[in-house]
């Protein structure tokens, strides 16, 4: 029993990893040649795998380009409930962005030039969007827990309200972050967003 636990634990990081691979191989070339001229082709050349394999891996070429933020989400999640319970729901929604706020600034120009693609490619900002909708029923139980309500009343708009405007923050501040040419530190701009909002 243990060795076959073992054995799934190996395949799931063989193929977490060669998820990461791909998805780098994607960004590289998207940011290359742009988004629309990168076919699933150009991917499974660069990368050496088939169409078949690739399709094991990623239902769409935005699944690709996504695919080292897949579990972004339920990291936010993670974060959000390890905040002390003192927090406020917006600066308990605050904090436990910080680490996917630190992600993105770690990888500076690259991360910067992929946000701007995304920002501006119609069809990438609608899988963003999509995204933030996973994201909302995600968080929303332990927002609307932070808040007191009950998370299975859907007439109470309060804990989606707080995740909705805090994502609004992040893809200002994303959208701030992308269009200057100035170095500006990623947290900073998102306290400000932010703090506009709580304000």
């Not at 078949?52 to 972004?72: H, I, M, N, V, W």
């Not at 992600?103 to 991360?111: M, T």
Request: hydrophobic letters at 45%; a negative charge.
């Amino acid at each position: 029993m243990t060795m076959n636990r073992s054995g799934g634990g190996a395949r799931a990081r063989a193929r977490q990893a060669m998820q990461a691979q791909v998805a780098d191989i994607v960004m590289d070339l998207v940011l290359e040649r742009g988004y629309e001229e990168t076919t699933v082709e150009d991917i499974c050349a660069a990368a050496e795998i088939s169409r078949s394999t690739f399709f094991r891996y990623f239902p769409s070429k935005e699944a690709a380009l996504f695919g080292a933020s897949a579990d972004a989400g339920e990291r936010l999640l993670e974060a959000l409930v390890a905040r002390p319970e003192g927090e406020t729901a917006w600066v308990a929604m605050r904090r436990a962005l910080d680490p996917l706020i630190e992600q993105y600034a770690a990888h500076d120009e690259r991360v910067r030039r992929l946000t701007r693609l995304v920002v501006t490619t119609p069809v990438l900002a609608a899988s963003h969007r999509e995204k933030n909708g996973r994201w909302q029923e995600l968080l929303r139980p332990e927002i609307a827990r932070r808040l007191g309500i009950d998370p299975e009343d859907a007439s109470d708009p309060a804990a989606g309200a707080v995740i909705a405007a805090a994502l609004g923050c992040v893809e200002a501040t994303l959208i701030a972050w992308t269009s200057s040419d100035h170095e500006q530190e990623l947290g900073k701009i998102l306290d400000r967003a932010m703090g506009a909002v709580g304000a």
